[in-house]
């Protein structure tokens, strides 16, 4: 098993920023990638950043440039350095481990989400 543990959420300003962290422990070894999902009232949850591993980042279209996916393979800790913060940005913000078998995700461990909320 693996937990994870969101920190870092809280009430901005509209432009400003924030650092999420998210912290891994247990079974780490068997991730492949880690990334950030959000979900705002009344909307489905979506991926926001993505870091596999090897380093490799994707990012959702409304937060490229913007949001910055990074990791601390020694601290087994994931970032999102959230910049130019917009209202559209307000959601619970998910951490989530996932497991790959080939292409497929055979298995994804999930944080207990942290609230972020940027005012107008």
């Known amino acids: 098993q693996v937990q994870l543990a969101e920190s870092g959420g809280g009430l901005v300003q509209a432009g400003g920023s924030l650092r999420l962290s998210c912290a891994a422990s247990g079974s780490i070894s068997s991730i492949n990638a880690m990334g950030w999902y959000r979900q705002a009232p009344g909307k489905q949850r979506e991926m926001v950043a993505a870091i596999t591993n090897g380093g490799s980042t994707n990012y959702a279209d409304s937060v490229k440039v913007r949001f910055i996916i990074s990791r601390d393979n020694v601290k087994n800790t994931v970032y999102l350095q959230m910049n130019r913060l917009k209202p559209e940005d307000t959601a619970v913000y998910y951490c989530?481990?996932?497991?790959?078998?080939?292409?497929?995700?055979?298995?994804?461990?999930w944080g207990q989400g942290t609230q972020v909320t940027v005012s107008s």
């Open positions: 989530v481990g996932l497991v790959y078998r080939g292409n497929v995700v055979d298995a994804d461990y």
